[in-house]
């Protein structure tokens, strides 16, 4: 597939690597610094490129929107014309200093986002892993036993894009449903940040993150 990268930091900037890395063509696009994603483009060692937002969009089969919440107009404007895209979002609504979700309940960034482009076809997946455990999956996709990872959507045709994406990195797909329930996987994403960043003395969950690769 062509994959075109909104966002190349830490999340884009890993799942990017490994698509690459993977046999897929990919377009790294959107970061303040080109050398910076030509570099990222070098480094993937596989088919990969750098260019602008509307370049990595232009052809892709599918993309992966990876930018901060105050990012995404911004972005989305850049892109250009989404229609009929698959955009793998990892997006989280965070707040400005990253301390609050700034929608949930009754709806989900993920929504939202499908209500910015609603021509293109939105899933919900990778928001809930941290970006530290993404190359130490990839590594150990060989292994039987595969971490899961739990994506949603409302299109079946793009939620099997996904998953073949998700199985990529390494990990095993769980249908989660409908973009709704992004309401739901969106608020444990912050418990499971909390428990990752808590270190060695936190509690097992974050644990067993940490020692994955091992
Ligand atoms: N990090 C994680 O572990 C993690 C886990 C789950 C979900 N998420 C979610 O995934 C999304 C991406 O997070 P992230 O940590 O990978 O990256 P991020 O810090 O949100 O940055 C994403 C990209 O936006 C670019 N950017 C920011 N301001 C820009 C501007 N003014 N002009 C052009 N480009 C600009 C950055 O470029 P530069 O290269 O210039 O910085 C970077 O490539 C977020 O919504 C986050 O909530 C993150």
Redesign the pocket.
């Known amino acids: 597939m062509q994959i075109g990268i909104l966002?190349?930091?830490?999340?884009?900037?890993k799942l990017g690597t490994i698509w690459a890395r993977a046999g897929h063509e990919v377009v790294f696009s959107?970061?303040?610094?080109k050398e910076?994603l030509n570099k990222l483009a070098r480094d993937a060692r596989g088919k990969a490129r750098a260019g602008t937002p509307s370049e990595a969009a232009k052809d892709a089969d599918v993309l992966l929107l990876?930018?901060?919440?105050s990012?995404i107009d911004?972005v989305l404007k850049q892109a250009g014309d989404l229609s009929g895209k698959v955009i793998v979002s990892?997006?989280?609504p965070?707040n400005a200093d990253?301390t609050d979700l700034v929608i949930a309940h009754t709806s989900s960034g993920a929504e939202e986002l499908a209500k910015k482009v609603p021509k293109a076809r939105v899933v919900s997946a990778?928001?809930?892993?941290?970006?530290?455990v993404l190359f130490d999956v990839f590594e150990s996709r060989r292994k039987a036993t595969r971490p899961s990872l739990v994506y949603c959507g409302d299109d079946p045709k793009s939620k099997k894009v996904a998953a073949e994406l998700i199985r990529n990195v390494g990990f095993d797909p769980v249908d989660g449903g409908p973009l709704r329930i992004a309401r739901y996987t969106e608020p444990f994403?912050l418990l499971i940040?909390q428990l990752a960043y808590e270190g060695k003395g936190g509690p097992r969950l974050a644990y067993r993150f940490e020692r994955f690769g091992e």
């Not at 966002?7 to 900037?13: A, E, F, N």
């Open positions: 966002g190349s930091r830490l999340m884009g900037g959107y970061s303040r610094g910076k990876a930018v901060h919440w990012r911004d990892c997006s989280l965070m990253d990778f928001g809930t892993v941290p970006s530290e994403t940040a």
